[in-house]
């Protein structure tokens, strides 16, 4: 067996706090930080569609905005790049507005710079809700790794696939809302009513996400630490092995003696 599927004691759906190691709310804290990009990360995914908007609002010109948008987004990345944070929540949002510059612009259609990240959104709520219904649950695989429990959550830690399983079904209904929203718009609106909405359901739905993600695993089980489980074993392994070469030199320091 390997530290991710072997039984542990005392995780019975209520986790034991001496495997988890930090309490649940403060690692949930800091991993959905690292998951979801903070306020900075909403920052560089939502105000280059707001740019986009408001420069075609004003001038109906779809290159000028395109241009806009695109350029603020690089300008965010290397704002990160300069003070060394993380580039990938910046170059995601280099590369939604780049592609959706380019549908916009050889489209002729304002409304399609929308387009890719709508798909996108569409297709994430999909995968979210059909990983929640097969119980694999995306928000689980996502997070293990930081929470430094990688997949126990799924044979050993019960209460903590039902959180993620929450969590998943909250993401997945909250997207699929947020399409259904935005796609009749997309189909009967106009580019200035679809990016002003577009922009209005940037970060609210992701906060909610992210509360209810919060809430669910701060009620949940802590995590169990499997990183520091396989780091205890090595070291027991590694003072074996020590024990093992001093017992030998002792019998051959003892042989010596003898002869």
Request: hydrophobic share 50%.
């Amino acid at each position: 067996m390997t530290s991710l599927d072997k039984p542990a004691a005392g995780v019975d759906g209520t986790g034991s706090g001496a495997e988890a190691g930090a309490s649940g709310p403060t690692v949930t804290d800091k991993a959905l930080m690292e998951a979801f990009g903070g306020v900075r990360g909403m920052v560089d995914t939502t105000v280059p569609g707001l740019v986009f908007v408001l420069v075609y609002t004003i001038k109906r010109d779809i290159h000028l905005a395109a241009v806009a948008a695109l350029g603020l987004s690089v300008l965010l990345a290397l704002s990160r790049l300069v003070q060394r944070e993380t580039l990938k929540h910046a170059f995601s949002g280099v590369f939604g507005v780049g592609i959706g510059a380019v549908f916009a612009m050889m489209s002729g259609d304002a409304k399609n710079f929308y387009l890719p990240g709508m798909l996108y959104t569409l297709g994430l709520a999909v995968a979210y809700c059909v990983s929640a219904m097969v119980r694999f649950p995306l928000i689980g695989v996502l997070l293990g790794p930081l929470m430094r429990e990688n997949l126990s959550w799924r044979t050993r830690n019960p209460g903590r696939l039902a959180a993620y399983t929450k969590a998943t079904w909250a993401w997945g209904i909250v997207l699929l809302a947020k399409s259904a929203i935005l796609f009749p718009i997309y189909f009967w609106g106009d580019a200035t009513q679809l990016g002003w909405v577009k922009v209005a359901l940037g970060i609210p739905p992701l906060l909610l996400c992210v509360y209810l993600t919060y809430v669910f695993l701060a009620k949940a089980p802590p995590p169990i630490d499997v990183i520091a489980e396989m780091e205890a074993e090595e070291a027991a392994e590694a003072e074996r092995k020590r024990a093992g070469e001093r017992e030998r030199e002792r019998v051959a320091g003892e042989a010596r003696t003898d002869s």
